[in-house]
């Protein structure tokens, strides 16, 4: 039997007309892939829909269908019937987009596999177990009576594809290689979204791991690396680059128990990204931080300055790492 949780979301779904659905701040392909793959399942299903990301969509997710729909803030006069939030592990994530909306707030449905989902919405569908959102939306779309169409298999694959690291992380199952062979049998190029998501990248993000690998600093097991603004705009570099490939970069050196980026934003928070891998928990320091995330992927924002967030969260990987790694054996 199906989860109370999903029947009581699918039946505010059936009674919506409007859907606001909402990604998390710094997208990246599974907070996209799910956005665009809702979007266009509950257009299949006759809804209005609005598809909202604080941050821009990065250049190579624009190829998903309804990418170019995606706006960076609601229309606060709108009367939304429901509120979708997809792979947002707190309030928080869903940033202005959430908060800008007037009270009383439409019922808000929280759709996320992360361990450290605060279970924010009215009714929540979670699944730690679950290698991205994504996974858990090639179950529950068709059970909504979604047909899986090639736009959606796109969609949901890059979902899968970009949080799993290309199938390399420790949270693969059977499941996941089931969905994917699955979505590839719809149409989804596989080759085509692997290229484009893991491996292709803008020279702006070259310029800022240039930036990144020339300033970092291994200590204690601990890699890591900040950048400031004005080293971004001394390279001519404007906007924000993802950092997420150069925090995965660090994290694979073999001395390196975690890698730790710092990237200093306009408005001078700085955003913190984090990877490990096992023993090690980096979600349990994100938090510390109001932030969240997976065991071995996490991060948070933290307010300037940058040393002074520096400081803090260097402070708390190197504990962590002091009370994470096993004793030897004996």
């Known amino acids: 039997m199906r989860p109370a949780s999903e029947r009581v979301i699918q039946f505010a779904i059936e009674k919506a007309n409007r859907v606001l659905v ?6 990246d392909g599974d907070a996209l892939g799910s956005l665009t793959a809702v979007g266009q399942g509950l257009q299949q299903l006759g809804k209005r829909v609005t598809l909202v990301c604080d941050d821009a969509v990065p250049r190579r997710f624009l190829n998903l269908p309804l990418a170019a729909d995606v706006r960076r803030a609601p229309n606060t006069t709108t009367p939304y019937d429901l509120v979708i939030a997809v792979d947002c592990a707190d309030q928080a994530r869903m940033g202005w987009a959430y908060d800008n909306l007037p009270d009383p707030k439409p019922t808000l449905a929280n759709i996320d596999h992360h361990i450290t989902n605060t279970q924010f919405g009215a009714f929540n569908i979670i699944e730690p177990a679950a290698s991205s959102t994504a996974e858990i939306l090639h179950r529950f779309l068709p059970e909504m009576g979604v047909e899986l169409t090639l736009g959606i298999a796109e969609s949901l694959l890059t979902g899968i594809v970009t949080d799993t690291l290309g199938f390399r992380t420790n949270n693969v199952t059977a499941a996941t290689l089931r969905a994917a062979a699955d979505l590839v049998e719809a149409g989804a190029d596989i080759a085509g979204i692997s290229l484009r998501t893991l491996h292709q990248r803008p020279f702006a993000t070259a310029k800022m791991w240039a930036i990144g690998l020339g300033g970092m ?6 890699l890591w ?4 603004r004005q080293a971004m705009l001394s390279a001519g570099i404007d906007g924000r680059p993802s950092s997420s490939g150069l925090v995965n970069f660090l994290a694979d050196v073999d001395e390196a128990m975690i890698g730790l980026v710092l990237s200093e934003m306009e408005d001078g928070t700085v955003r913190v990204t984090m990877r490990t891998r096992p023993p090690y928990n980096v979600a349990e320091v994100a938090t510390r931080f109001g ?3 997976h065991a071995l992927a996490a991060g948070c924002s933290l307010d300037g ?5 520096e400081e803090q969260v260097v402070a708390a990987c190197r504990d962590a790492i002091r009370r994470q790694t096993p004793a030897p054996a004996r």
């Open 22 to 27: 909402i990604a998390h701040i710094d997208p």
């Open 217 to 222: 600093t291994l200590e204690d097991g601990l």
């Open 225 to 228: 690396t900040s950048i400031s």
């Open 291 to 293: 932030g969240g995330g």
């Open 305 to 309: 300055p940058l040393a002074r967030a």
